[in-house]
């Protein structure tokens, strides 16, 4: 590992369902050569997790441990972890949630989100957690994106998920397949368009975007034989957002654009519901894609995986989705920090 600068961005990096393969992922990130080059890290999970993962990829323990996340803390290169709970082994079996390790889990975001909000730390990194258990534990959100988006109070937020080699970014999330057509109105349309549109200017340094919109029925509907939506709320989006000078084309059938992007015609692509994007994401990409939450006044990027619990504990889970999303995290952290204070941190080094 090498030498950290105190100056880089501090990225906290939630733990997820410490009985899955949250803890061993994070604590694999020590066994990268260049861990730190770009950013340092605060870990904020569960005590006897942590020890575990990093028991089971066999690293000592290198934390600053912090009972508080406050600036006066946070001075050294770190890295640092702050403990919200100590479970027992019994609440964080290997690959058997239970309520007391979902209520841990919300903490852990919500403890990262409300630090990055207040300007304690630059960006914020999640790894996995299961919506399924989380909702036993009366969890009031289907996920993350919904659950950061309410500790922000952002208006609206887009979820993209990236690879090399394609971005996708979702109009409907989590919802029924039979419910995506009576969601998809001009307006929400258009606002993913715009939304996308900014984040790759601002966050993926891509000056000028190429995007394009998948349509929702076979052929982009075919000329309305297979369905209107495309020339009732699509089309019209689409043309709304060219009117505003941004370089988008669709509707287009869905069962080519994602080949098109990945061949670099274009830098994402607006999916109309979660599948529609994500099959092709993670034919691609099912290792190394990144989920980010565009829309947020912080950065949070996130794995692209579950919690995986058949393997959790065995140490043969791939922390490559982690590595590439605290990677993006920084360097979106780096990329909106006002440019004086770049030009000052480069005179530094």
Known sequence: ?????????????????PAGIGPEIIAMLFQRADMGRNYRILVVGDQSGMKRGLKIVGEADPFVHINAIEPERLQDPGPYFLAT?????HDIKFGDPSAAAAHATIDFIRQAVLAAKDGLVDAVCTAPINKSVLKQASFAFPGHTEFLQDLTGARRTVMMLAGATLRVSLVTIHCGLAEVPERLNIDLVSETIIITHEALAKDFDIRQPRLAVAGLNPHAGDGGLFGDEEERIIGPAVSHCRQQGLDVNGPLPPDTVYYQAHRGKFDAVVSMYHDQGLIPLKLLHFQDAINITLGLPIVRTSVDHGTAYDIAGTGRASPKSLFAALDLAASIAQRRKPRTQQAGDRLKV
């Open 85 to 89: 709970s100590c479970l027992s082994e």
């Open 1 to 17: 590992m090498e030498e950290i600068d105190s100056a880089l961005p501090l990225v906290a990096i939630t733990m997820g369902d």
